[in-house]
């Protein structure tokens, strides 16, 4: 089992950044891939980014490509998302998700490859 927290969430004005902070316990953190997805109100959820199990490769959603970076600290097993030039349609609760499937980063935007999710954290952009 993997146990999963997010944090860092919170409300922020249009063009400021935000850092999520996913924590994980459990199974060695650093055999699994990670993933950030979000959901809006009324709205199906959506991929946003993931990295591979040493952070050395990332994918990202083309809605936030060239303003969220994504990355890991085994060591501290936690994943991260810093968010910038946050827009009002980002608003939404972020969750993260472990998956232990060695599959192509573009293979794994779908939520179901994704074995542990976290709560999720709500993310409020004002314009």
């Known amino acids: 089992q993997v146990q999963l927290v997010e944090s860092g969430g919170g409300l922020v004005q249009a063009g400021g950044s935000l850092r999520l902070s996913c924590a994980a316990s459990?199974?060695?953190?650093?055999?699994?891939?990670m993933g950030w997805f979000r959901q809006a109100p009324g709205k199906k959820r959506e991929f946003v980014a993931n990295?591979?199990?040493?952070?050395?490769?990332?994918y990202y959603a083309d809605s936030v490509k060239g303003r969220f970076i994504i990355s890991r600290d085994n060591a501290k097993n936690t994943v991260y998302l810093q968010m910038n030039s946050l827009k009002p349609e980002d608003t939404a609760v972020y969750s993260c998700?472990?998956?232990?499937?060695?599959?192509?980063?573009?293979?794994?935007?779908?939520?179901?490859?994704?074995?542990?999710w976290g709560q999720g954290t709500q993310v409020t952009v004002s314009s």
């Open positions: 998700a472990a998956s232990p499937r060695a599959l192509p980063l573009a293979r794994m935007t779908w939520g179901d490859n994704y074995d542990y």
């Open positions: 990295i591979n199990w040493n952070g050395g490769m990332t």
């Open positions: 459990g199974r060695t953190f650093s055999s699994f891939g």
